[in-house]
């Protein structure tokens, strides 16, 4: 095994681009490449001053019985296939992505990450934070932030050539430099020591190496749409803020405060101007406030943003790539969206998208504005449209149905749910049904129950109550606030097996920690070792908490606190109970059917993963209903689960 960290250089922001594109630039290089064979002493190969990497350790790096070991390890992967591309390509040896890619990567079997293992167990994603948390000796070196900006980032530009500190000229910075790239490593060994005591099993691995197959993939993006919506997004705005000035008289009318004081002269006092604020202002609002808020709208619409993230992050092939972080919700183990997010793109709504789409890329401010009107509504809109599929192929995205709804019955063999899914009924009617005593069908006999059924489905499921369904929206789709507990109950009083596995989750967890004992239930199995609450999934996999206790929760009960990432992303202790449990394992449990649909469709080009949804790039004769059959089998560890996908195709991406 080997341990390595590598310091590198590039013009691009890494932080805004992500590694692929970061190390695509022609301005890339290796600087200082710090490795430990087998836990021997860690050496420093000064690559910027002409030392060479040892023969021995680029022939490991590119044997697959060779475990190459970093924090982060898709940043080295990636970085040391485009070094040893250029400067050791005897010893370079890619694996097929796609003939029309740039994509040339050191294949990803072999490649462990001390990052991902810290996840699996509920701690922190940093190196710093993850070795103070477990009080190693060997700390991240605190000089380093300040010493990659000076020799790892330009500090200018002339005529287009970033310009770079060099190591010659600052010895003695780059010898402390040197010693904090070592420091680097010696600290991943600790960490990796630490957590030896619980091995991430090889079934993990081999999901990470599907997960770095698809980033190293990418996703193709539309140029031409994304340069042009930037344009006219900028116009769009110009005109506005143009527009509002002359409303209001306001210098600034982009700033929060000058609009306050604008909107107090004019008898309005909002405690903000955030979107929920402003649309319920509007709903009351007189000229010209009225107009001046809702262009305030059309302003914080945020399409450029995205736009913007996809010319930053995609490669010289159009390709964004590593966009999904393994394991990124340490919590149940789901992926977590890094640089243009797909995870949380706008809606489309538009018909005729296409129309849409092709008048855009003209670049007609007044031709879109004349036919759309809300400029930046379109934009945002045609988001989703600006990721394609290569030429002569098309895109098949499917997904599952109502996933975590089929989970949680499965888990808490509520089966009356299990068997409105099989008879391929309608849930939130049967629900309804069940909570009003009445037959309920959707745009039929009292169809008006419906909406309620589905709202106490998706509020209510893991232990939520008034205040779920309120934040659910209940009260703006409707419903009267004193309506909304007796709801509760007859949603709980339909499903009290759902409501008994919430109880026997909170009561197995609470057991274990007092005990020290191995508790199950609903096909769990919770476990105490060395500090962690463990509780295993139906697939074998693992879901961790640190340093679990019994406390005190607000109404003088027992609670269960572990320390984990709070809001604000600090180590914290933090509090639980058992619907939320019921969510920790519900939700890891689809994260686990989903990785076992994309390990049976990992022949085909998957491209992309967005919540429980797949998106295939795919020869134009591949056929959308297998793919849907193949999503829908059911793991040997599912036995009794019902799944269902559905899908469609399309020409670019869309919410179908």
């Known amino acids: 095994m080997i341990t390595i960290d590598i310091e590198t250089k590039s013009d691009k922001d890494i932080a805004k681009c992500g590694v692929y594109a970061y190390a695509d630039s022609p301005y890339f290089d290796i600087l200082l490449f710090a490795y430990s064979v087998d836990g021997q002493p860690v050496q420093v190969i000064d690559t910027a001053n002409g030392e060479e990497i040892p023969e021995n350790i ?24 485009k070094y040893l591309r250029e400067n050791y390509s005897q010893y370079f040896q890619s694996y097929s992505i796609a003939e029309d890619t740039v994509g040339s990567y050191l294949d990803p079997k072999s490649w462990h990450c001390s990052m991902i293992h810290a996840r699996t167990l509920g701690l922190p994603s940093s190196l710093a934070e993850v070795g103070s948390v477990l009080g190693i000796e060997q700390q991240k070196m605190t000089e380093g932030k300040a010493l990659i900006k000076f020799f790892c980032t330009p500090y200018d530009t002339i005529d287009g050539v970033p310009q770079f500190h060099s190591q010659e000229d600052y010895p003695e910075k780059w010898e402390v430099f040197k010693a904090y790239n070592k420091r680097d490593v010696e600290a991943e060994m600790e960490i990796d020591k630490k957590l030896s005591r619980f091995p991430v099993p090889d079934f993990l691995w081999e999901e990470f ?26 116009e769009a705005k110009e005109e506005l803020t143009t527009e509002m000035q002359r409303l209001t008289g306001v210098e600034n009318p982009n700033s929060v405060y000058q609009l306050l004081d604008w909107l107090e002269s004019r008898g309005y006092k909002p405690d903000s101007l955030g979107k929920t604020q402003v649309k319920e202002l509007i709903k009351t609002a007189k000229e010209p406030v009225k107009s001046v808020l809702e262009m305030r709208l059309q302003l914080s619409k945020s399409s450029v943003k995205k736009y913007t993230a996809m010319k930053q992050t ?31 793109l706008p809606q489309n709504h538009l018909e005729d998208l296409t129309e849409a789409r092709e008048l855009v890329k003209t670049g007609s401010f007044d031709d879109v504005q004349m036919i759309y009107d809300d400029v930046p509504d379109t934009l945002s809109q045609l988001i989703r449209t600006a990721f394609i599929p290569r030429q002569g192929m098309k895109f098949i995205v499917a997904d599952f149905s109502a996933i975590e709804a089929r989970v949680i019955a499965w888990l808490a063999d509520e089966q009356w749910v299990l068997d409105a899914f099989a008879n391929n009924k309608d849930l939130y009617c049967e629900t309804a049904s069940r909570m009003f005593g009445v037959p309920v069908e959707k745009h039929g006999i009292n169809g008006e129950l419906r909406q309620k059924g ?42 009290p097996n759902i409501v008994r596995f919430w109880h026997s989750l909170e009561q197995c967890a609470m057991k274990c920690i007092k005990e020290k004992t191995v508790t199950k239930t609903n096909r769990l199995t919770f476990s105490y070792e060395a500090g962690f609450l463990f509780i295993e999934l139906p697939s074998g996999r693992r879901l961790a908490y640190a340093k679990p206790r019994i406390g005190e929760n607000k109404f003088g009960g027992e609670s269960i606190t572990y320390m984990g990432i709070n809001a604000q992303k600090k180590w914290d202790r933090l509090e639980t109970f058992g619907g939320k449990i019921a969510e920790n394992v519900c939700q890891a449990v689809a994260r686990d059917l989903l990785m076992y649909s994309m390990q049976t469709l990992s022949h085909c080009f998957i491209v992309a993963t967005v919540h429980d949804e797949i998106i295939i790039e795919a020869s134009k004769d591949m056929s959308l209903d297998v793919v849907c059959q193949q999503m829908a089998r059911t793991p040997k560890w599912a036995e009794g689960l019902i799944l269902r996908a559905d899908g469609y195709e399309c020409e670019y991406y869309k919410k179908d």
């Open 58 to 81: 680029l022939a490991a790096i590119a044997d697959e019985n060779v475990i190459k070991r970093a924090f982060n390890v898709n940043f080295e992967r990636v970085c040391l296939s």
């Open 454 to 495: 589905k709202q106490c489905t998706l509020s209510c499921s893991y232990g939520g109550a008034k205040g779920a369904l309120i934040a659910m929206g209940a009260i703006d789709s409707g419903m009267k606030e004193d309506e909304l507990q007796p709801l509760v109950i007859a949603w709980r009083e339909a499903n």
């Open 314 to 344: 995609a490669c010289r092939d159009n390709r964004a790539r590593g966009m999904f972080s393994f394991y990124g919700a340490s919590r149940t183990g789901r992926w977590a969206g890094r640089n243009i997010q797909l995870q949380n």
């Open 209 to 234: 190496y599907l997960d770095q197959e698809i980033n190293d993939r990418g996703i193709l993006v539309d140029m031409k749409l994304a340069d042009a919506a930037i344009g006219l997004d900028a």
